[in-house]
T-cell receptor, first 117, second 113 residues
Framework: DAGVIQSPRHEVTEMGQEVTLRCKPI?????LFWYRQTMMRGLELLIY????????DSGMPEDRFSAKMPNASFSTLKIQPSEPRDSAVYFC???????????????FGPGTRLTVL | AQSVTQLGSHVSVSEGALVLLRCNYSSSVPPYLFWYVQYPNQGLQLLLK??????LVKGINGFEAEFKKSETSFHLTKPSAHMSDAAEYFCALLTGGGNKLTFGTGTQLKVEL
């Protein structure tokens, strides 16, 4: 398996522009997670999906951020409009569930480094 | 509240020396704990996990961790450091009904000749 795939790996944009980050989870995994990593705040969970349904988006910073999972093999994280403080590395991770309580490993993608000028 | 604390944001060891990275947790339920490693410009890779089975957990690359309930700790160790171990290490706690990982702030490990 190719693992979790994220694109683009690097994105540089100007303030006010729309940014779309993409993620393809590992085939067969039914949970998908979006994280943000910054020096100041460390690793933060933004949102996660279970069976394509958003379960917890309490980590999404504000309405400028939105995430979708139209099918089991694709998810997007969109920022509109982008701001310099959104500069960070954004990771996608996926996992499979075992019964009602997940003990499964979250597998991380390589991340997208976003720079907003 | 459930949380993870990593003591020491930077640890430096000599090649061949013992590696000890500290992690303490707070959890109102039996915890599931993880150690991840992040190499420069890469994603996180699982080193090992504790899921209420054996308290001494062995992982990849010669790392192991011991779950100590009395100390609420899950420290990561490796008997002999190698240059390739230089990376950032994250301790994490599974929370939120079993789907959410709460990460510590990370420990940057430097290995010197």
């Amino acid at each position: 398996d190719a693992g979790v795939i994220q694109s683009p790996r690097h994105e540089v944009t100007e303030m006010g522009q729309e940014v779309t980050l993409r993620c393809k989870p590992i085939s067969g995994h039914n949970s998908l997670f979006w994280y943000r990593q910054t020096m100041m705040r460390g690793l933060e969970l933004l949102i996660y999906f279970n069976n394509n349904v958003p379960i917890d988006d309490s980590g999404m910073p504000e309405d400028r951020f939105s995430a979708k999972m139209p099918n089991a093999s694709f998810s997007t994280l969109k920022i509109q409009p982008s701001e310099p403080r959104d500069s960070a590395v954004y990771f996608c991770a996926s996992s499979g569930l075992a019964g009602g309580y997940s003990t499964d490993t979250q597998y991380f993608g390589p991340g997208t480094r976003l720079t907003v000028l | 509240a459930q949380s993870v604390t990593q003591l020491g944001s930077h640890v430096s060891v000599s090649e061949g020396a013992l590696v000890l990275l500290r992690c303490n947790y707070s959890s109102s339920v039996p915890p599931y704990l993880f150690w991840y490693v992040q190499y420069p410009n890469q994603g996180l890779q699982l080193l090992l996990k504790y899921t209420s089975a054996a308290t001494l957990v062995k992982g990849i690359n010669g790392f192991e961790a011991e779950f100590k309930k009395s100390e609420t700790s899950f420290h990561l160790t490796k008997p002999s450091a190698h240059m390739s171990d230089a990376a950032e290490y994250f301790c994490a706690l599974l929370t939120g009904g079993g789907n959410k990982l709460t990460f510590g702030t990370g420990t940057q490990l430097k290995v010197e000749l």
